[in-house]
């Protein structure tokens, strides 16, 4: 074993109050204690969903390091602290990623980091778990088959008018488009969408995955007329089919 690649698990993340609880098993719970150092996207949120997969996690006997989201004023120092703290991770060391919600890597900064396991020779597992992309898409009933995700789509009007209108083309080539934003603009997304698609454009919006909250509804933007969204800031993922 001297001679073994370090190994990182990709650890996937609940998306509603449960936390892992309501998906976790004994290979997410292994592997959880298996890891010796940890990156994640805010260490006291990573300590939280551990917590909820088991409650006498050993957190004094890892270490951590920060991802560091985009625009954050140290985002290139902790990017620096855990690319040196693998490069001279010890051979059959076990690292794991955690994301904010979901599954690291989609749609979250947790992408550079397998990358670079990649870069480094390391070995990478994923264990199974929730994505919002992925649930929404099959909430939808729209093409599974070939579907693209664009995250956030522009927020000055003139450039997003012209996203959507380039979405609803491929869509109505049956080519799903699948989008996020950010939850306190959720519903001035959804107006724009209602205002600019034609009657005829399937629209499907997913909130509030695993909460109390919970919404889905697709359809013709025609018959959106009578559908509310959730009160409050929620997060939605939209697709177009």
Known sequence: MENAR???WLMPVGLGEGGMATFAQEAHRQAANLVQCWIVE?????RRMLSSMQSAYPF???EWFEIGKEGQHDARTLEAEWKAAMRSATPGSVWGLMSEAGMPGIADPGAA???FAHQLGWEVRVLAGPSSIFMALALSGFNGQQFAFHGYLPVEPPALLRAIQALEAQAQRGVAQIFIETPYRTRRMLETLLRNLKPQ???SVTAGLDTPQFFSYAGPVAGWKDKRLPEGKVPAVFVLG
């Open 60 to 62: 004094d006997e890892k």
């Open 201 to 203: 454009t399937g629209l």
């Open 42 to 46: 805010e260490v006291r949120t990573a």
């Open 6 to 8: 370090p190994l990182l």
């Open 113 to 115: 980091v397998v990358a």
